[in-house]
């Protein structure tokens, strides 16, 4: 028996138990107990097509389904395809799935929003007789005040609430994230209510990835749920409570479940070579003492801790000799091969963006809470004209590929839809001269060798032509600034519009800036770009990863890398909630370094930027995460 097929074994087992627990019959939840790379995902995948092969049939003819819950479309996207896009199994995400359970309730949800608005309102007005008066946090309080019995007052009149997971849907019945995660959960509790009997009904198995990360009030919810349906409802979560980096998650999940839960945990990191695996374990022992073991068919792996100065000026080169150095110490000419062969991860996604190269786009957009979820997984409309339609026809054009420009334009333009041809009859002539004329002028925009045409530019020419379908946001924005030309006139519900709506505001910045961002933000937004964050890597993989350490350029106050590495002392506020047993700064960039640095399949790069260097190299050293020979000083 070889090594690995031992490794194997080890953990078997598990996948036995969730497969025992998700029993139609008689039930039990569970909380899957296992670190960073463990097979976590894989053990959801083998559970669901084991529960789709042999329950299969009966699920189906009692018209039930299993419901699974993960944390991004990306996610859903994986488990979807590697199960075929099975009916029997529906994957989706919290928000997706909130909705789905609550998009029926109109009364219920106006009678919610009621409440919860009143309340709201109740609370500012309390604030604002206690706080002092002409400050910024006064005036802003009054506008959300105003802005809150505005849409009390039109609550009656809308007879039906919708939602976009993109958040690019507006309009008076639309709903906020929070909103629709808030109301399923108070939905969820009601006493006598019928949502958690359609839940327990529909869907007898809920399998949630990542729980560490459910919101509180939800986890709470289902909980709840469950706790009131333990022979009849199977709720399994999936998670590692050392990989909880987000402020809203449950602390405490794995303590607060009852006794009669299965609590299955692995021992194995099947992912990460034993150097890191080492290293992670190191990062974990205060917290919670679970260990674990690498495989013994992989290589030992490496290492590398490289300490610079927080004044260090070009950044991207700094990356760029640190890249050249793994690939002097590990042998591995892929550090250097091309910038996408390693995976440099960066704290905030304005760091990604600037190393990546759409920093402005982002910018831009990201000034806008309700563009901000769209923009981060690239569905927003507004920016899917450019990545889907627009920038494949340019670089067709670029490159004088006159086939793929003509597919292109035959599968996505209104112009040559089945329509419009059918309607131009014998005139059909007429509409590829128009595609022609379009196309070329579309191409102009590049036939100075410098030009960098902006987002607006491009549009102008899209619109004119009426080349691609414009979301309606954009047409609204282009009538609004005339650009559109003459006969597209700005409607009257336009005029009525208030001109510093926040979504407008970032839309309009947005098409200022270059188009020439829209190439490598489609990369980002796919996974494909050399860069993302240290939150965006959860659950994935890569063989060579540096982690970027820069809280000065992160702007963030959640996290403090400079605290975890001894650069800087501990705040008051940190004191005082050591002391209330409350996490710390500390705390939380403790499980994210250990989310970022369990991503390395082969060898981890850490370069960390610091106003202490002496300090971080003393630390890493001193709590054995790395060895003096690990540990590089590239401070000046
Ligand atoms: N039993 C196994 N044998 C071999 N490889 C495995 C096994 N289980 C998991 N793997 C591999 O290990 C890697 C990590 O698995 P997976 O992503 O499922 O772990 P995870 O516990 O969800 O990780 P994390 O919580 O860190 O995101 C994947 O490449 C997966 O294919």
Redesign the pocket.
């Known amino acids: 028996m070889t090594a690995?097929v031992d490794?194997?074994i080890v953990?078997?087992a598990v996948d036995e138990e969730l497969y025992a627990c998700s029993d139609l019959d008689s039930p039990k939840s569970f909380l899957l107990f296992?670190?960073?790379?463990?097979?976590?995902?894989?053990?959801?995948?083998s559970l669901l097509e084991r529960l789709r092969t042999e329950k299969g049939r009966r699920l189906w003819l009692g018209r039930r389904k299993v419901r699974v819950i993960t944390y991004t479309n990306a996610a859903c996207d994986e488990i979807n395809r590697r199960l075929g896009f099975d009916p029997l199994i529906e994957v989706s995400t919290i928000h997706s799935f909130c909705w789905s359970l609550i998009e029926t309730f109109h009364t219920d949800i106006r009678e919610w929003l009621r409440t919860t608005i009143q309340q709201e309102i109740s609370e500012l007005r309390a604030l604002a007789a206690r706080g002092r008066a002409g400050t910024k946090a006064a005036i802003d309080r009054e506008l959300s005040i105003t802005s809150k019995e505005r849409r009390l007052a039109r609550l009656d009149d809308i007879r039906t609430f919708t939602y976009s997971p993109t958040g690019d849907r507006q309009g008076r019945g639309a709903l906020g994230h929070s909103e629709v995660l808030a109301i399923a959960a108070d939905f969820l509790i009601q006493v006598d209510g019928i949502l958690p009997e359609i839940l327990v009904n529909q869907y007898p198995i809920l399998l949630i990835?990542?729980s560490q990360d459910t919101t509180r009030r939800l986890m709470d919810a289902f909980l709840t749920v469950q706790a009131a349906n333990r022979e009849r409802f199977c709720l399994g979560l999936?998670?590692?409570m050392m990989?909880r980096i987000y402020a809203d998650g449950k602390v405490g999940l794995a303590e607060a479940l009852p006794d009669d839960w299965a609590r299955p945990a692995?021992v194995?990191?099947?992912?990460c070579p034993p150097r890191v695996v080492q290293l992670i374990n190191k990062i974990r022992e205060i917290v919670d003492g679970q260990q674990q073991r690498p495989?013994t068919d992989k290589p030992e792996g490496t290492v590398r801790f490289f300490v610079l100065g927080s004044n260090t000026t070009d950044k991207r080169d700094a990356e760029a000799r640190i890249a050249d150095r793994m690939a002097q110490i590990t042998g591995d000419q892929e550090w250097i091969s091309t910038p996408a062969s390693y995976k440099t991860l960066t704290l905030e996604h304005h760091m990604a963006a600037r190393r990546a190269g759409f920093f402005q786009l982002f910018e831009a957009l990201q000034q806008d809470d309700s563009l901000r979820t769209g923009l981060l997984d690239g569905s927003l409309p507004s920016l899917r004209l450019f990545t889907n339609d627009v920038l494949p026809l340019v670089q067709a054009l670029r490159v004088n590929d006159a086939f793929a420009v003509a597919a292109l334009t035959r599968q996505r333009s209104p112009l040559l839809s089945a329509a419009a041809l059918k309607a131009a009859g014998d005139k059909q002539e007429d509409l590829l001269a128009e595609i022609q004329t379009a196309v070329s002028c579309l191409a102009a925009l590049w036939s100075d060798a410098n030009a960098s045409p902006t987002f607006l530019e491009v549009l102008q020419v899209v619109s004119k032509f009426r080349l691609f379908e414009i979301p309606e946001l954009l047409t609204n924005i282009l009538r609004r600034i005339h650009a559109a030309g003459p006969d597209v006139a700005p409607s009257a519900e336009d005029e009525a519009a208030d001109p510093q709506d926040t979504t407008t505001v970032a839309l309009q910045n947005f098409l200022m800036t270059p188009f020439e961002e829209i190439g490598p933000y489609a990369d980002y937004v796919s996974g494909l770009a050399s860069s993302a964050t240290h939150q965006g890597v959860?659950?994935?993989?890569f063989p060579r990863v540096m982690i970027v350490i820069d809280d000065e350029e992160a702007r963030g106050f959640l996290f403090s890398y400079e605290k975890l590495f001894g650069a800087k002392g501990k705040s008051d506020t940190d004191a005082k909630n050591e002391a209330e047993g409350k996490e710390t700064a500390i705390d939380r960039t403790r499980r994210l370094f250990y989310?970022t640095c369990?991503?390395a399949?082969q060898s981890l790069a850490v370069a960390a930027y610091s106003a202490n260097p002496a300090a971080v190299r003393e630390t890493v050293i001193r709590q054995g995460w790395f060895s003096e020979d690990e540990v590089e000083m590239l401070a000046h």
């Open positions: 690995g490794d194997d953990d078997s296992a670190g960073a790379g463990s097979g976590k995902t894989r053990s959801l995948v990835d990542e999936f998670g590692d990989q692995k194995m990191n099947h992912r495989r959860k659950g994935l993989e989310v369990s991503r399949e």
